[in-house]
């Protein structure tokens, strides 16, 4: 409860939310799962009551990026995409990263997650093939993933059960 009435009250969090919601509800509904998800899973893990905050509105606002490119990516499976549009795709984070990076109001560990969602431990995410990523990114980025690939969003639904096996078979490679 706490964590949600402090998200609630930053006035800046709820303008950028509203913002992705009014561009596409498609979109602001995978932003709240992911969120929703990556938060149970920090409780579970009994992080701290910061980590949990910023987990919370690092997944909120992990997708603002998509704000910025002009390529259709619902129920598109990206690996089909001509180069120059999976080029642009993977710009996102950067994107999202590059509007908030100034901002006083969001934690350097929320602005990781913009950036890092899509990094992976083998090193072949994006934008930073990155693979010393926190915790808090690692959640991010697993919940993340879940909910794409549940809702269609860069890549071809997939059924939930599929989804949880491709993520068991990945654990501690991919994820």
């Known amino acids: 409860e ?5 998200i ?3 006035e800046n969090v709820i303008e950028q939310i509203f913002d992705i919601k009014e561009r596409s509800a498609d979109i602001y509904e995978h932003s709240i799962s992911t969120c929703t998800l990556a938060t149970l899973i920090a409780l579970k893990m009994k992080l701290s009551k910061e980590s949990i905050y910023n987990i919370s509105v690092g997944c909120l606002l992990h997708d603002l990026g998509l704000r910025y490119i002009s390529l259709d990516f619902e129920n598109v499976d990206y690996e089909s995409l001509p180069d120059k549009y999976k080029e642009e795709y993977r710009k996102h984070p950067i994107y999202g990263y590059t509007a908030l990076k100034n901002e006083n109001w969001l934690s350097k560990t929320s602005k ?22 926190s915790l808090e990114v690692k959640i991010a980025a697993v919940c993340d993933f879940f909910d794409e690939h549940i809702c269609g969003i860069g890549c071809q639904r997939m059924k939930v059960y599929e989804v949880v ?11």
């Open 2 to 6: 706490d964590i949600i009435t402090n």
């Open 112 to 133: 990781e997650i913009i950036l890092c969602h899509h990094e992976r431990l083998d090193g072949n995410g994006y934008p930073l093939r990155a693979q010393n990523l």
């Open 8 to 10: 609630m009250e930053e």
């Open 165 to 175: 096996e491709f993520l068991k078979a990945a654990k501690d490679t991919v994820f």
